[in-house]
């Protein structure tokens, strides 16, 4: 008939967010502020959309928590963090905790990881001349095989690498291998109602498909 008797829309067809690496080990902390980075290097155990990462924090007394922290995911280029910013977030520093505890940082434009690829998560102080610091725990030895510790104190223009790994646990998300979504039932009010044509419009990413069936 021409006419549009409703619409339904999918904004998502990703799976559940699953743990991918994680070193869980650590009670004393390695400082950072917005001249001072610390960061920690990792290999990607699986395929995905880096959409969250939990880190050890605590400030530290007297920090008037101006600014943002910033957790930037970046490629890695000889073993340390190289230029190219591969996503980043923020979050405001009063959710950080003046003792040590788990801080959550969500992406929503998450970078893309490849399995058995080396990334370099980095920490520092934004939009502030603040330079009180910040902790993210850390082990007492390399705990981690997948990367190393690496630290800035010149705001990330040069980095050096440690071995006291640090506590953090990288979440991914994968396309759903297969889904189904129902629409509600369309009712144009009429009994001789005969529907010629379907349309839509689709974003879809590279290697997945959808199709219909009209009931």
Do not use: C, M
């Not at 953090?168 to 129902?182: C, D, K, L, P, R």
């Not at 529907?195 to 219909?212: A, M, N, R, Y």
């Amino acid at each position: 008939t021409g006419t549009t008797v409703g619409t339904d829309q999918v904004t998502s067809a990703l799976g559940p967010l699953t743990l991918d690496q994680s070193q869980t080990a650590g009670a004393t902390a390695v400082t950072f502020n917005s001249t001072t980075r610390t960061g920690q290097i990792f290999t990607a155990g699986s395929s995905g959309f880096l959409t969250q990462v939990i880190l050890s924090l605590r400030v530290q007394t007297g920090d008037n928590k101006s600014g943002n922290i910033t957790l930037r995911v970046k490629d890695v280029v000889s073993s340390l963090p190289g230029p190219t910013a591969l996503a980043e977030t923020t979050i405001d520093p009063n959710t950080v905790p003046s003792t040590q505890g788990n801080v959550t940082f969500n992406y929503s434009s998450p970078a893309t990881l490849i399995a058995g690829t080396q990334y370099a998560l980095v920490i520092f102080r934004s939009g502030t001349s603040n330079t009180n610091l910040y902790d993210w725990y850390r082990s007492t030895s390399d705990t981690y095989p997948g990367g190393t510790p690496v630290n800035s104190s010149n705001g990330g223009s040069t980095w050096t690498t440690g071995t006291n790994d640090r506590v953090f646990s990288t979440y991914n998300q994968t396309y759903s291998t297969a889904g189904i979504h129902a629409s509600d039932v369309k009712d144009t009010g009429s009994t001789y109602t005969q529907f010629k044509t379907l349309s839509w419009d689709e974003t879809l990413p590279v290697g997945t498909d959808i199709t219909f069936e009209v009931r």
